[in-house]
Nanobody
Framework: QVQLVESGGGLVQAGGSLRLSCAAPGRTFSSYAMGWFRQAPGKEREFVAGISWNGGRTSYADSVKGRFTISRDNTKNAVYLQMNSLKPEDTAVYYC?????????????????WGQGTQVTVSS
């Protein structure tokens, strides 16, 4: 089973920035839309951002609009999430996944090939 690999998480103070990366070793997903989700302790996994196969279309959760930017580099088979102006409520494990079906960006059931996640902790 192919899995994506997330990296770039860490501990940062409120107002700081992090850049998450998502790679697909040995596999290309350049023809597929991709998404970032997050899950905080005791909460459901929630949609953060999505990007179409060529980067021409993006979608964001209201809670991150204007602060987070999703991008991709198909030559490197990678997807990124630039996170600025981080808040303590952004603390969560962040996952990337491949959008395999459906039209809605924010349904986790529309995605496959989930990675193990990367922890982001924002201190106040």
């Amino acid at each position: 089973q192919v899995q994506l690999v997330e990296s770039g998480g860490g501990l940062v103070q409120a107002g700081g920035s992090l850049r998450l990366s998502c790679a697909a070793p040995g596999r290309t997903f350049s023809s597929y839309a991709m998404g970032w989700f997050r899950q905080a302790p005791g909460k459901e996994r929630e949609f953060v951002a999505g990007i179409s196969w060529n980067g021409g279309r993006t979608s964001y959760a209201d809670s991150v609009k204007g602060r987070f930017t999703i991008s991709r580099d198909n030559t490197k088979n990678a997807v990124y999430l630039q996170m600025n102006s981080l808040k303590p409520e952004d603390t969560a494990v962040y996952y990337c996944a491949v959008k395999m079906r459906g039209s809605d960006w924010d349904r986790a059931t529309h995605y496959d090939y989930w990675g193990q996640g990367t922890q982001v902790t924002v201190s106040s």
